[in-house]
């Protein structure tokens, strides 16, 4: 089977969402200036390299460090947007299901250093694609696994930190994402096999 959509979120007012709420709020009230930089990283919002381009850049850099040939690279480039983009289906779809505010909705109080997405919070595109991508890649380049796992975290942590996102959203896209990529994977033919 394909991805499944995420469960419902948390329901709002509930004492988890509520916390989760109050972790972004006070990230927001003290957000470091290491917190401010990795948010402002991961924006790509449009008119940017946004961040499937992002993994395009880690995907080809590593397919020359590793001398990958043309076909296993462009096999490579293919599965990792097909993920990407199909990772974004995935969470837009449920998105537009649960129509989730963002924190700064439910809480004015909250600033972001990031521009606030016109599309609703649950679950997070960023943690999504990332993660999806990650996997592909690092179906390849099994050394680098723990590397790109780290950046595909960091991608939806980021949303934390620049106010847009609860940690369940990110949660919840982590593991939509590792269900996207898992299927490209699946069914992506070879062409792939690790170094």
Known sequence: PGPSRPPAPLPFGSAPCLTDLAEVR?????????QDSIAKFWSQQAGTITPLGHWNLVAADLSTKYRLDERRAAHLLALMNIAGHDALLAS????????????SQAD???TMPIALPSFPSYPSN???????????IASAFPKERKALMKAAEDAGISRIY????YRFDVTAGFTLGEQVGRYVLRHGGNGTRPL
């Open 92 to 103: 837009h779809e449920a998105k537009y299901v649960y129509w989730l505010m963002r924190p």
């Open 108 to 110: 004015p109080q909250i």
């Open 26 to 34: 006070q990230i927001s009230d003290t957000r470091t200036a290491v």
């Open 126 to 136: 960023h943690a999504t694609l990332s993660t999806a991508a990650a996997l592909v």
């Open 162 to 165: 620049g106010g847009i996102h």
